[in-house]
């Protein structure tokens, strides 16, 4: 699959977001491949933690952040949402899951309730092992700062800020991953 010919598909006169969303991409995507090769146990589908980590940000044009080139009418929180939706129009229902599940450290319908998140009332946390690699490897970069990898530290202070309930999904993701790469 040429992932990239895809990113093109939805960022064509979008350079500069392009240009981060690829960096972003690879990013993710060379972390998740390190951690599956430190756990040759799990047996995960390498190739699709490339493409799944290639593609789990696709939906990112749709929404409203201008501070990383993001000039869409959506709140960013709907970003993995909007992605899976693209996938699947796609035909790639298993990268969609990845797009849908990775937001924050997975979101259950609790948390939506609570937060007043709009997305549809289900939980929306990654269950694959591909799914909870890239969910993981996603929180150590970010677009808004791409020369920067956070700290196993930096990031629970910011699953922190999104509540209790983040922060337990988080820690629970850091034990099972048990590495870090």
């Known amino acids: ?58 939906g990112i044009y749709l929404c409203h952040a201008p501070k990383i080139y993001c000039f869409g009418d959506e709140p960013y929180i709907r970003h993995g949402f909007l992605g899976g939706q693209l996938l699947r129009e796609l035909n790639l229902p298993r990268h969609a899951r990845v797009a849908e599940r990775h937001t924050g450290s997975g979101l259950t319908v609790e948390q939506i309730k609570r937060q007043n998140i709009p997305l549809p009332l289900q939980d929306w946390l990654p269950e694959t092992i591909e799914e909870k690699v890239i969910c993981y490897a996603d929180k150590f970069f970010s677009k808004s700062r791409p020369d920067n990898i956070a700290s196993p530290e930096d990031i629970c202070r910011q699953m922190e800020k999104f509540g209790k309930d983040s922060l337990e999904n988080w820690l629970r993701l850091e034990k099972e991953m048990n590495t870090f790469v």
Request: aromatic share 6%; charged share 20%.
């Open 1 to 58: 699959m040429d992932c990239l010919s895809i990113i093109d598909k939805y960022y064509a006169g979008q350079p500069e977001l392009r240009a981060l969303l690829v960096r972003h991409s690879q990013q993710v995507a060379e972390r998740a491949q390190a951690i599956c090769e430190a756990h040759p146990e799990w047996q995960a589908d390498m190739t699709f933690v490339q493409e799944a980590a290639m593609l789990h940000d696709i």
